[in-house]
Nanobody, 115 residues
Framework: QVQLVESGGGLVQPGGSLRLSCAPS????????MGWYRQAAGKQRELVAS???????TYADAVKGRFTISRDSAKNTVYLQMNSLKPEDTAVYYC?????????WGQGTQVTVSS
């Protein structure tokens, strides 16, 4: 079993920035896709951004141009830089990692965008 450790959530004003990070709690190999999902209150979980081991990225339309996903393969860490945050970005953000066909989720970190 792989546990994912997330950090970087919090409260920020509209227009502000946050950086999320996520890494496995132990050394792992063959990490394929890493990504971030979010779930707002009363809504379904949705993909925010993902990045493959060949550094191919995918973004939800709602975050294109504002969010940037990146990864440090040596550390098996994935980052989500979130700029120009909007109130509608408020949600619990979950890290997602695929290792040898198995999917693992982080515990979630709250991001609240409010003045």
């Amino acid at each position: 079993q792989v546990q994912l450790v997330e950090s970087g959530g919090g409260l920020v004003q509209p227009g502000g920035s946050l950086r999320l990070s996520c890494a496995p709690s132990r050394n792992v190999f063959s990490v394929r896709t890493m990504g971030w999902y979010r779930q707002a209150a009363g809504k379904q979980r949705e993909l925010v951004a993902s990045i493959t081991d060949s550094v191919r990225t995918t973004y939800a339309d709602a975050v294109k141009g504002r969010f940037t996903i990146s990864r440090d393969s040596a550390k098996n860490t994935v980052y989500l830089q979130m700029n120009s945050l909007k109130p509608e970005d408020t949600a619990v953000y979950y890290c997602n990692v695929v290792i040898l066909g198995a999917t693992f989720w982080g515990q979630g970190t709250q991001v609240t965008v409010s003045s």
